[in-house]
């Protein structure tokens, strides 16, 4: 397989993040839902990495997503073969002998317009990484189409305190939102729930340097985020998972410094 130049600048990115967590590949193996060996080819390029892959990888060592996300999405699309140039029909001109032609057509001119058209798909991809990870109809729709985690890292009480990214539990098409709330500033709490691992937790978004978010559940446990720094400021975060399958008597306090907490129940 050969490695392109997107693919293979992930692929070091990766590893580069592998390295400086001192996490090694059988650690990666127990802590998410991919095995070691897939670990080894993700990390040297021999095989695409899947999205929740990377996420888990970010979730685990604490790098922010954003711009990973991005380049997988550019790598993704030469994977996938959308970013290849579509081929161009020669104009009729150009079939004619150079003394025949008109002037003002050049096969250099439809290079570069078969460049620009690349360049152009380049960028559509990249609208797609921000319309995904903005939350948008085109993003969300995006996301239905990517392969579901069939084998997460945990499920039920053994999720118990665990990110929901890390363990596969939060990939695409396998949540449902069961409770969202608005609170003061415009601070965003949704209740989450993953079928497959049996639990629930309280993604986050809008929250500034301080916030606290907790949530409470009936049987006593319970799981809390802290934004930590300007790092943490405006970006999707989450609690660990509790053990759960409803939003009964499940209880969501945001703690604003300074202020009271504010509190929702399911």
């Keep these: 397989m050969t ?80 970013a290849r140039p579509v081929p161009v029909p020669v104009p009729e001109e150009l079939d004619r002998p150079a003394t025949e032609r008109p002037a003002t057509v050049s096969r250099s001119g439809v290079r570069w317009w078969v460049v620009a058209m690349t360049v152009a798909g380049v960028a559509v991809a990249c609208l797609a990484v921000v319309a995904f990870l903005d939350g948008s109809p085109d993003g969300r729709a995006r996301a239905a189409t990517e392969p579901l985690v069939r084998n997460p890292g945990c499920r039920a009480a053994g999720c118990e305190g665990r990110s929901p990214v890390a363990m596969g ?38 929250l500034l340097p301080g916030d606290r978010v907790e949530l409470s559940l009936p049987t006593g446990h319970t799981q809390q985020v802290t934004a930590e720094g300007r790092r943490d400021a405006g ?32």
Excluded at 171 to 193: D, V, Y
């Design 3 to 82: 490695v392109s130049v997107v693919s293979g600048q992930l692929a070091e990115r990766l590893r580069e993040i592998r390295e400086r967590s001192g996490l090694s590949l059988a650690a990666l193996a127990a802590r998410t839902p991919y095995s070691k060996s897939s670990w080894e080819r993700y990390l040297n390029g021999k095989k695409p990495a899947p999205r929740q892959a990377v996420e888990a990888l970010c979730e685990l060592t604490g790098t922010p997503a954003g711009r990973l996300l991005a380049l997988w999405e550019l790598a993704d699309a030469e994977w996938s073969g959308r």
């Design 169 to 206: 539990c939060g990939g695409a098409g396998m949540i449902t939102t069961l409770a969202t709330h608005t609170a003061s500033g415009g601070r965003r709490l949704e209740l989450r729930h993953a079928q497959l691992c049996h639990t629930v937790w309280v993604r986050t978004t809008g």
């Design 235 to 266: 970006q999707y975060l989450a609690t660990p998972m509790a053990a759960g399958d409803s939003k009964a008597g499940a209880r969501i306090c945001l703690e604003v410094p300074g202020s009271r907490p504010e509190c929702f129940t399911g």
